[in-house]
């Protein structure tokens, strides 16, 4: 298994209050991503980062903010939390070379805003 | 822009029956193709991929076959057993790589019954 640790697992928390989430990897993957997965959805990409520092917006990036500061670290924060963001948050990484364009995806955060 | 359908389900069987979860993709070029498993309360695996046309993915008795000119990529098993309940994911990477991420279809959660 690739070496990805999200952190928390499990989270509520209350509607307006920050949260930031936490991307670990181990295989000094070039590019990271957080997806959001809900029902009817599939997974939907929030943002993504090609190099420390360097990040983007996906499809649902709004409400959203991330931030690389070292290769294997990749933080998500909600800046004040809304119910709509009740969901299962996934960090994935890729390290594009020649034909491996695979994403591995880390266990997942169940976020709850009440 | 690039998308992925598949048949949502959900899709029961009885076990030791053929499965066929179809998927179909739009995009330019030769995407690369795959299909991820979820288990539950798990992240996606990957099963299986494709990197060019003709391509035949297979792993753990699961097929599928990239077909450029159906634009299509579906998943075939000749004989299910139960532990192969979860949701499957097709997905697509774009032409070239990139750093923007896989997109991913709905998923299609998948029953077997005994």
């Known amino acids: 298994d690739a070496g990805i640790t999200q952190s928390p697992r499990h989270k509520v928390t209350e509607t307006g209050t920050p949260v930031t989430l936490r991307c670990h990897q181990t295989e000094n993957h070039r590019y990271m991503y957080w997806y959001r997965q809900d029902p009817g959805h599939g997974l939907r990409l929030i943002h993504y980062?090609?190099?420390?520092?360097?990040?983007d917006k996906g499809e649902v990036s709004d409400g959203y903010s991330v931030s690389r500061s070292k290769t294997e670290d990749f933080l998500l924060t909600l800046e004040s939390a809304t119910s709509s963001q009740t969901s299962v948050y996934f960090c994935a990484i890729r390290d594009v070379q020649g034909r491996n364009t695979e994403a591995f995806f880390g266990q997942g955060t169940r976020l709850t805003v009440v | 822009g690039n998308s992925v359908t598949q048949m949502e389900g959900p899709v029961t069987l009885s076990e030791e029956a053929f499965l066929t979860i179809n998927c179909t993709y739009t995009a330019t070029g030769y995407p690369s193709l795959f299909w991820y498993v979820q288990y539950p309360g798990e992240g996606l695996q990957l099963l299986l991929k494709?990197?060019?046309?003709?391509d035949k993915g297979s792993n753990k008795g699961f097929e599928a076959t990239y077909r450029k000119e159906t634009t299509s990529f579906h998943l075939e098993k000749g004989s299910v057993q139960v532990s192969d309940s979860a949701v499957y994911f097709c997905?697509?990477?774009?032409?070239?790589?990139?750093?923007?991420?896989?997109?991913f279809g709905k998923g299609t959660h998948l029953i077997i019954q005994p």
């Open positions: 997905a697509l990477s774009r032409a070239g790589g990139g750093a923007d991420g896989l997109t």
């Open positions: 494709a990197t060019k046309a003709d």
């Open positions: 980062s090609y190099g420390v520092k360097d990040t």
